[in-house]
């Protein structure tokens, strides 16, 4: 018999919010700058990954060497394009049943978090009015080590005061989706993430997504 479910720990990129073309825009600049290819095929690959390992990833397709004082350099430089970017996010950039389903999993008294990798969560939460909304936030900023690594929401499920057997976790990213299960946590996989056959749950957006079955088929 399942644990019940008494909290949600939302990953905030690609879940909540649409971040994914302003992550892909800056990267962009920064990589044509210094010469690297670059396309939103490598792109998705930085889904849910952490800032400097999205770096690594992308220097893959690189000809020479960086120091770690360069690719410092090269990902501050990335997040300064990025923030000029995530300037101009609005209420308007909650993707599809996002508001709905905060709405409804308080209504039902199900405590509601973030977990994600981003260190730009706070700003992010901010300009889309939802800094208020969680009653708990974990993101890059308190974290070591990036998902697949439970960490995030691991300290997440803490600040809920819950045991990990009663949270699920909602990521669109594949090293999620790993994350949440080596939490121990169940997950439902949205976006990118509802073809991972590891999920718990599916659905292709929050829009789609059943809570009243997730919550009470467990
Ligand atoms: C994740 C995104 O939420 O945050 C990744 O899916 C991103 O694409 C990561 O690299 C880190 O974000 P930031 O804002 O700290 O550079
Ligand atoms: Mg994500």
Redesign the pocket.
């Known amino acids: 018999m399942n644990q019940p479910i008494l909290g949600v720990i939302f990953?905030?990129?690609?879940v909540i919010v649409s971040?994914?073309n302003c992550?892909y825009l800056a990267w962009k600049r920064m990589a044509d700058e210094e010469g690297i290819p670059f396309d939103r095929t490598i792109n998705e690959r930085?889904?849910?990954?952490?800032?400097m390992?999205?770096l690594s990833i992308i220097l893959e397709k690189a000809t020479k060497d960086y120091t770690e004082a360069e690719k410092q350099e090269m990902?501050t430089r990335?997040?300064g394009y990025?923030v000029e970017l995530i300037q101009s996010l609005t209420c308007g950039d909650l993707l599809e049943g996002a508001g709905d389903a905060l709405a409804l999993l308080r209504n039902k008294g199900i405590k509601i978090a973030i977990g994600?990798?981003?260190?730009?969560?706070p700003i992010?939460l901010k300009q889309i009015g939802l800094e208020d909304s969680f009653d708990a936030v974990a993101?890059?900023n308190a974290i070591t080590r990036?998902k697949p690594d439970p960490e995030v929401f691991l300290l997440a499920a803490k600040s809920l005061g819950l045991a990990p057997a009663n949270c699920l976790v909602v990521e669109?990213?594949d090293a999620g989706v790993e994350a949440a299960l080596a939490g121990g946590m169940r997950v439902l996989g949205v976006g990118g993430a509802a073809a991972n056959s590891n999920a718990t749950f599916a659905a292709e957006s929050l829009a789609a997504a059943n809570f009243d079955t997730i919550l009470t088929n467990q």
Not at 46 to 51: I, K, N, Q
Request: no cysteine.
């Open positions: 990953d905030l990129d690609g971040t994914d992550h930085l889904r849910g990954v952490s800032r390992e999205s990902a990335k997040n990025y994600s990798s981003s260190r730009n969560t992010i993101d890059g990036s669109d990213a």
